[in-house]
């Protein structure tokens, strides 16, 4: 789902710092029980693509967070170590209202103006639509990562 384009006051060529990239977790972790930072752990899903975008740029890294099915709502550079938990129409309504709680205390600290949600229907509704001009949903990144390119090259998070 897609905001409309052109909405008074948005400017598509948004800086840089102005986007947040919210992206569901996956079922690939790196192998071993040391915590790693979020963004380095999962290895399926979009998450290759995205890391190489963000790679060296901790201001883009402030600006990307994951929804994990047992940790909620963390940023790139959390650590965590790896683990299975699979997540139930029930886990996600029970941990609704704290993801909606750490996305508005992030975007307090990140203000932005776009949102590019990299999620599963049932990640998606987790975290709910975030209260920003113009929402971009992808909920299948691995065959639809040109679309996600897209938006990331629009603000400017090239690889």
């Not at 079922?27 to 975008?53: I, S």
């Not at 699979?86 to 609704?96: E, I, K, M, N, Y």
């Not at 103006?113 to 975030?130: C, K, T």
């Amino acid at each position: 789902m897609t905001a409309p384009a052109g909405r008074p006051g948005i400017d598509r060529a948004a800086p840089p710092t102005n986007g947040l990239v919210v992206i569901g977790c996956s079922r690939r972790k790196l192998p071993g029980t040391d915590p790693v930072p979020a963004l380095e752990l999962y290895q399926g899903w979009c998450f290759p693509q995205l890391r190489e975008r963000v790679a060296g740029r901790p201001e883009l890294r402030a600006r990307t967070l994951v929804l994990s099915a047992r940790h909620g709502l963390i940023g790139a550079d959390e650590p965590i170590a790896p683990y299975y938990q699979v997540l139930t129409p029930q886990r996600a309504l029970s941990h609704r209202d704290l993801v909606r709680s750490v996305l508005a205390e992030h975007l307090a600290r990140h203000p932005a103006q776009e949102a590019l949600l990299l999620l599963e229907p049932l990640y998606f509704q987790m975290l709910g639509l975030p209260p920003l001009p113009v929402v971009h949903q992808v909920s299948d990144p691995v065959s639809h990562w040109p679309r996600a390119a897209r938006v990331l090259d629009g603000w400017g998070w090239t690889a």
